[in-house]
Every structure is written in C-alpha cells, then in structure tokens.
C-alpha cells in the first residue's frame, strides 16, 4: 500500500479488514485466466507476480499525545518485498503461495523499528466441471497502528485458516460455503488509560461459517450477497465478558481489479449478541464501501465504512463511521494530483472507566470525531508505476480532552496506480 492510500485509510479502515475478506469471489476459470495472461515471469509451471513498495516520511506524533506529554516526531522509511507465486495443473487445479516481508525504519526511535511479515498458502482444484473445493493457511504479524482508538503502533499477529465449496456455472455465478477459524495475538503491553495489557484484553479466536451467492451483471463485475454467523471467544478468562455471536447480512456489487470502475459497493446489516445477557449488544447497519471511477483525466473516489471492531478499553465494542471521498486529476499523461479527505467517528455504548496520568481512576462517556486532509502529487517514471509526493493532516477530537490528537505526515512513495 502506497503511502497515500495508508494516510487515507490511517484512522478507521484497519478495523474494517475482516470485513473485506467476506467479499470478492473470482470463478476458477477467470483465476486461471488471469493467472496465466498477467503473471509477470514465468518459471517452468510456476507464474510469478512480484513487487516493490517503498515509503520515506515524516511523522509529527508517533505515539500521541494522552495526558501532558508532548508529541514525539521521527523519520521513518519502509521498504516491502510482496510476491505471489501460482503453480496451476492442467485446467483443474491451483497451488498458491504469497510472501510479503516488510521492514519498519525509524531514523531515531530504535523501539519502532520492526520486521513485519505476512505469508499464506492455498489450493483451489475444479471437480466435475462445477465444484469448487479451496482451502488455505495464512499468518500475518505486523506492527501498525491497528484500532482507531489506539494511537501507537503495536504488533498483531493473526493465523487464519479456511475451507469453502462453491458450485459455479458456466455463467460465471457461483452459489458457495466458506467456515474458516481466525486466532488473534496481540503485544503484551499496557497502553495509556488501561489497567490490562493488550493481550490480555483483546486476544481471541473467531470462528465463522457464511454462504455466499455471486452473479455477474457487467462486465467482469458481479452482485453478491452473503449470510454468516461468526462466534467470538476471547482467551483470557478476565475478558470473557466480550466473548458473543454475531449474524450479518450483506449486499453488494463487486467491480473488477482492473477497468474504469474498480473496487466494492456494500452494505449490510448485523447483529451482535454478547453471550452475557446482562451486557447490550448492537444492531444496525454496516457497510463496506470503496469505490474508483476513472472519467478521461479524472479519478473519483468515495467511501463509506461502517462496523463494531472490539474496544481495548471497558465496552464490549464501539460503533465506527468513516465517510470518504477523493479526486484525482491527471495535468498530464507524466503528472497526477491527489486529494482525500474522511470524516467519521468512534461512539461507544456505555461509560468506561480510565486510569489518569496522575494515576487515579475516573469514568468517562468517550465519543471520537475524526477527520483527515491528503493532498499529493505524482510523476509516473514507467508505464502505471510512479514516484509521488503527499503530506496527510488527520485529527482526532473526543469528547473526552484525553484522547484528542493532531498529526502531521510527509511521505514519499511508490506506486502502480498510475
């Protein structure tokens, strides 16, 4: 992720990932196509698709600014090495393979530097001209600023693995089962306001089954809807009072990877239910939307984001909001310019209590304002890759003076999106 799109999605959309993975399904047929006409090298069988990603910025508050302490600002540089590797077999079986080694460079906070890594394998194999089985394995471990409501970057390690059947016609619909289990481990450090590390507190394990429906309606695009329940059990027995179920429902359009139109168009409804009957739960919308629209010279975006991600502090959940939009204009087939902004917000169901920087204890009601500025300019170097220049205003305003936050962030970064 190039570093505009990082400032972009910078306060809300971490927490909005689980999300993502419930959307975007590709028939066998149109995999294998894609696998076979757009890999960048091919070695014997193997097709290969590998890339660089390098961000150098500049950041005014690295760990915010909770209680009287004074921003802290740093250089920082990143440098990604993603690769997916495919291995199909005839016209009926798929091997996957992807590795995405990153490491984090601050200039003078040695603590923040960090080696993240991401790996998964997986099989998808065609049986009888319409079912599909899948399968597939994946670890990541990164160290980001992974909630909204978390100023500082801390290490997440997620292991996921999943299973589905689909049966796909000719067509291109497809009407499929995916269960799949999720293991969340997080850094074993207390943060500002909290009397419990954060492993403590928010590691678990999700177990979800869902079906999916897909049916093509433009080109390489397609409607979808799908159905799932999802069970949350939290490891520590202290934390067991967030432990719940979930149902949701979603909707949507899927847009092809590549074309004029890109990204997806979703909202849903869902309904949390925690397993203490004495604690409330949430029911409502949410949604999932992130949408690209190129017209001649212009590329519009909008975005809308909406889910219940679990609270580090003494709520089960908080409710975020995050409204986005952006235009990019190309001067030139060499030069682009690009602007984002987002408003949104972090509410939360019930007071919580808060340890103060002079160590006593207080309650609080905490509703989160959020808002970010990104304005940046690119010059492409070769084909859809380009070398661009952004500087991101965000901030955070709580009803709760603790919480509030300015930051500032310069960065250079790689692109493909030319």
């Known amino acids: 992720m190039n570093f505009r799109k990082l400032a972009a999605t910078f306060l ?3 927490s909005f990932a689980r999300l993502a993975s419930a959307q975007g399904y590709q028939t066998f047929r149109a995999q294998l196509d894609s696998i076979r006409t757009r890999a960048t090298w091919s070695l014997g069988p193997f097709k290969i698709w590998p890339s660089l990603q390098l961000n150098v910025g500049y950041d005014d508050n690295i760990y915010g600014t909770f209680g009287d302490r004074a921003p802290v600002a740093d250089y920082t540089a990143s440098l990604s090495l993603p ?3 495919y291995l199909p077999f005839r016209d009926w079986l798929i091997l996957s393979f992807s590795d995405s080694p990153q490491y984090d ?44 409501e978390i100023d500082r970057r801390i290490f997440q390690e997620v292991k996921s693995s999943s299973g589905g ?30 009397e419990v590390p954060l492993s403590r507190a928010l590691d678990r394990e999700e177990r979800e089954g869902r079906i999916e429906f897909y049916y ?9 809807i799908n159905f799932g329940y999802i069970d949350y059990k939290f490891n520590d027995p202290e934390s067991s009072f967030r432990d719940s179920y979930a149902y949701q429902l979603n909707s949507g359009i899927a847009f092809p990877l590549f074309g004029r139109a890109r990204g997806t168009l979703s909202l849903g ?12 739960g949430f029911s409502g919308p949410v949604g999932n939307t992130s949408v690209e629209l190129r017209l001649g010279r212009f590329n519009f975006r909008v975005r809308y984001l909406r889910d219940i991600p679990f609270s580090y502090g003494g709520n089960i959940f908080f409710v975020s909001n995050n409204y986005g939009a952006g235009l990019s204009f190309y001067l030139s087939s060499i030069i682009r310019l690009d602007y984002d902004f987002s408003y949104g917000g972090g509410r939360y169901s019930e007071p919580s209590a808060i ?8 309650v609080v009601e905490r509703n989160d304002i959020y808002r970010s500025h990104s304005a940046g300019i690119a010059f492409r170097i070769i084909r859809n890759t380009g070398l661009g220049l952004s500087v991101i205003y965000s901030e955070r305003n709580s009803s709760y003076d603790l919480y509030d936050l300015n930051r500032i962030m310069v960065g250079v970064f790689l692109t493909y999106e030319f």
Do not use: M
Not at 179 to 187: F, H, K, P, V
Not at 269 to 280: F, Q
Not at 355 to 362: A, K, S
């Open 83 to 85: 690769i997916n590797v």
């Open 216 to 224: 093509p309606v433009f080109t390489d695009s397609s409607f979808f």
């Open 105 to 148: 460079y601050f200039f003078d906070l040695d603590k923040e530097r960090a080696f993240n890594n991401s790996y998964s394998a997986g099989v998808r194999a065609l049986l009888f001209h319409r079912f599909v089985v899948s399968g597939s394995y994946g670890v990541e471990r990164s160290k980001i600023r992974q909630f909204s």
């Open 355 to 362: 340890t103060l920087p002079d160590g006593t204890r207080e």
């Open 269 to 280: 409804y869902r309904k949390l239910i925690p397993r203490d009957k004495n604690l409330k």
């Open 12 to 14: 809300i959309i971490i």
């Open 165 to 194: 059947i689909s049966l796909e016609t000719t067509r291109g619909s497809s009407l499929g089962f995916i269960g799949s289990i999720r293991q969340y481990a997080y850094e074993d450090v207390t943060l500002e306001g909290a």
